[in-house]
């Protein structure tokens, strides 16, 4: 069975991590060969640069949207014609088992180790004894940090090797987002919870311009983060999929209009947008509709409604397309970019969202995709025959292409050309 892709919700990833690998050590083979037969000659090609990516997520087995995103920046890499040799090294194998419990401790040690708690919260001596002893096995051309939480790690790098960072999410942006969004219960904590977001932001706009090189999923955090740092170079590359879309729609024969909503709902982000549809929106609904969830998660208590089905987690994504007449992205975060929406205009279903879910994507006005902010707007809309016939449309080619893995991956070669050149003036490389 084809495993595609925001597998980070739908499988496993060893099927994409056997792929990188392989395709790195056929980069590095390839070199080998021409070598022993030609010799290193001039107008030879170039040995494939060797990366380490340190990454605040295991693209192997972790199942959102941070590691979906890391899997095709990963085969970006290694792609021709760079074809570089990438290896890998996660912070933890696995997502901590406590999340929650250990999120609080990181809080109470930040208190005194003089990082925000979200560094706090990957940092840990075994990485950093794995990263320092691959440091000295081998020479990397280029070191990539995935994720700004890791900026810590820079202490224990060589200065001597480039670097470049993935600006998955403005980290200050959304932890403040996350402060306002918290239940009475907590809003004694929000004084503390705030001084730690200020920590954070002094802490991620400062690793930033300490790398100078940034890659970003969203040109909204990209136009936020300039200002701070005019000497850095930034990049716009947003979610790629790699794979090609092989499911045909048909047009809808069920009595009930299917919605689905997917992603890691042990993400507050996901829940939050759950819970504004499941409270303000599905009551309120009257016409025959179900809510499809998947994703790790989703097959848990959720809202008392018969026309709810969580799914769990399933190994194919055409599994839920063939569950699903439209896909709906309520989103509210202050940073970041919602990938569930990228891959579902790339696999040309239609969407209904709130303008919020789009933002920093690279989207054309589209009849296909509808987006409505208030949830009157949501009733409205689900309640009259607009819905059905959203449900027919396809989104355009244009928007979909845009998404498509051969549609950037050069533009992440060629930064990672110029980050390894230390000698070339930092300046944006023109956008495809």
């Not at 022993?36 to 030879?44: F, I, L, Y």
């Not at 998947?294 to 089905?309: H, K, L």
């Not at 949830?375 to 009259?384: D, K, M, P």
Request: charge should be positive.
């Amino acid at each position: 069975m084809r495993r595609n892709g925001f597998g980070a919700w739908y499988n496993s990833g060893n099927h994409w991590a056997a792929e990188i690998g392989r395709t790195a050590m056929s980069a590095a083979e390839d070199f080998r060969e021409r070598s022993d037969r030609q010799g290193v000659t001039r107008g030879a090609d170039p040995a494939p640069p060797r990366i380490l990516v340190l990454s605040i997520v295991n693209p192997e087995v972790e199942r959102n949207g941070a590691a979906s995103v890391t899997r095709g920046l990963l085969k970006s890499l290694t792609c021709p014609p760079l074809r570089a040799s990438v290896e890998c090294i996660p912070v933890r194998q696995r997502p901590r088992r406590w999340h929650g419990v250990a999120q609080f401790a990181s809080l109470l040690r930040s208190a005194c180790s003089g990082l925000p708690s979200k560094a706090v919260f990957l940092r840990s001596r075994e990485f950093r004894r794995k990263v320092q002893e691959r440091m000295r096995m081998g020479e990397f051309d280029l070191v990539i940090l995935n994720g700004s939480d890791l900026l810590w790690i820079q202490e224990y790098l060589p200065g001597s090797v480039p670097r470049l960072l993935i600006g998955l999410n403005i980290e200050h942006l959304l932890f403040h987002s996350q402060i306002e969004s918290l239940s009475a219960i907590y809003r004694p904590l929000r004084g503390w919870l705030r001084r730690d977001a200020r920590r954070l932001r002094d802490y991620e706009l400062g690793g930033m311009r300490s790398i100078g090189n940034v890659v970003f999923l969203s040109r909204t955090d990209a136009e936020f983060s300039r200002p701070h740092c005019p000497d850095a170079r930034f990049t716009t590359i947003p979610p790629l999929f790699e794979y090609k879309p092989n499911f045909t729609r048909k047009p809808g024969t069920n009595p009930e209009l299917r919605i689905v909503y997917m992603g890691n709902f042990r993400w507050w982000p996901n829940r939050q947008g759950l819970q504004w549809f499941a409270t303000q929106v599905l009551p309120h609904v009257t016409s025959p509709i179900r809510l499809n969830l998947f994703g790790t998660g989703s097959d848990r208590a959720w809202p008392a409604d018969a026309r709810v089905s969580g799914h769990g987690v399933v190994e194919d994504i055409n599994r839920i397309w063939e569950e699903c007449d439209l896909l709906i992205c309520p989103a509210f975060a202050e940073s970041g970019v919602c990938v569930k929406l990228a891959e579902a205009v790339y696999n040309r279903v239609p969407v209904l969202a709130n303008r919020h879910a789009a933002r920093g994507l690279p989207l054309d006005s589209d009849p296909a995709i509808v987006f409505a902010d208030q949830a009157e707007e949501w009733v409205g809309f689900l309640n009259s025959a607009a819905a059905r016939e959203l449900a027919g449309r396809r989104v355009s080619e244009a928007n979909a292409s845009r998404f498509a893995f051969d549609s950037h991956s050069a533009i992440l070669q060629d930064l990672v050309r110029t980050s390894i050149q230390p000698e070339n003036p930092r300046k944006e490389p023109k956008a495809g």
